[in-house]
């Protein structure tokens, strides 16, 4: 198959969306805190329920607990099984955008379509195994496309180069088809791989590692990922 011809991404803003994952869940406020005045555009929640992914991560309380520390949107990365049971407790915890991977729901236009009369903006996240073609049919319901770069369940992992041409391959769907839709990545996102990441196509980097790894911290850290994704612009 011919590499898909790259598309502008251009029009959408750079965000960097750090997950909490790494941080110290014993000061969640303040962590939350932190990553705000570190400048990040969005906070990623990675929920998990043990059975999508072999980890057990953030219930909704532990939202809301943090949601009225800071202003910044908040988002949860539903890896759960049957997300349709669990979705209305991620809004009413604060999250204004649920990612629901395709993989975890046998409906998942029913599902999108759920989220967006709870009143969040939808998003659907693909595993690296699961082909492009999978959004093909809801995009006109989603504000957002998640291309995960690692198998999701766990931070600290090698980011998966061979899902560009993925990456490359939805913005093209996006872009012809009109959406208003960004194109989040995640896994494996730090100085060496961010550009390769928005060069492909993406415009929302989630980090995790590379921010609480950075020796200069979470301000350095965001502002060299959004200076190195901005310049392949
Ligand atoms: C995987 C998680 C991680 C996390 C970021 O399920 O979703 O991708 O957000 O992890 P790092 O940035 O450490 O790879």
């Known amino acids: 198959m011919d590499s898909p011809r790259p598309a502008p991404a251009a029009d959408r803003p750079i965000e960097i969306a750090p997950s909490v994952l790494p941080a110290d869940f014993s000061r969640l406020g303040d962590e939350v805190t932190a990553l705000a005045k570190a400048g990040v555009d969005r906070i990623q929640w990675d929920v998990m329920d043990g059975r999508f992914v072999p980890n057990l991560t953030f219930g909704p309380d532990v939202i809301a607990a943090c949601r009225p520390?800071?202003?910044?949107?908040?988002?949860?990365?539903?890896?759960?099984?049957?997300?349709?049971?669990?979705?209305?407790?991620?809004?009413?915890?604060?999250?204004?955008?649920?990612?629901?991977?395709?993989e975890s729901t046998r409906h998942l236009h029913r599902s999108l379509g759920k989220v967006r009369e709870l009143g969040a903006r939808a998003g659907v996240a693909l595993n690296p195994a699961t082909p492009a073609e999978a959004v093909a049919n809801v995009l006109d319901l989603c504000s957002m496309v998640l291309v995960m770069t690692v198998n999701p369940g766990f931070g600290g992992q090698d980011y998966i180069a061979t899902m560009e041409p993925k990456i490359t391959q939805i913005r093209r769907m996006i872009v012809d088809g009109g959406h208003d839709c960004d194109l989040e990545v995640d896994g494996?996102?730090?100085?060496?791989?961010?550009?390769?990441?928005?060069?492909?196509?993406?415009?929302?980097?989630?980090?995790?590692?590379?921010?609480?790894?950075?020796?200069?911290?979470?301000?350095?850290?965001?502002?060299?990922?959004?200076?190195?994704a901005t310049a392949t612009r």
Do not use: K, W
Not at 74 to 102: K, N, T
Not at 188 to 196: F, H, L
């Open 69 to 102: 520390h800071v202003t910044v949107p908040f988002e949860a990365h539903l890896m759960v099984e049957e997300p349709d049971q669990l979705m209305d407790r991620y809004v009413d915890a604060g999250c204004e955008l649920l990612l629901v991977h395709a």
């Open 188 to 228: 494996g996102i730090g100085p060496a791989t961010v550009a390769a990441a928005a060069r492909a196509g993406a415009n929302v980097l989630v980090a995790g590692s590379a921010l609480y790894r950075d020796p200069q911290g979470l301000e350095h850290a965001v502002a060299e990922l959004r200076e190195l």
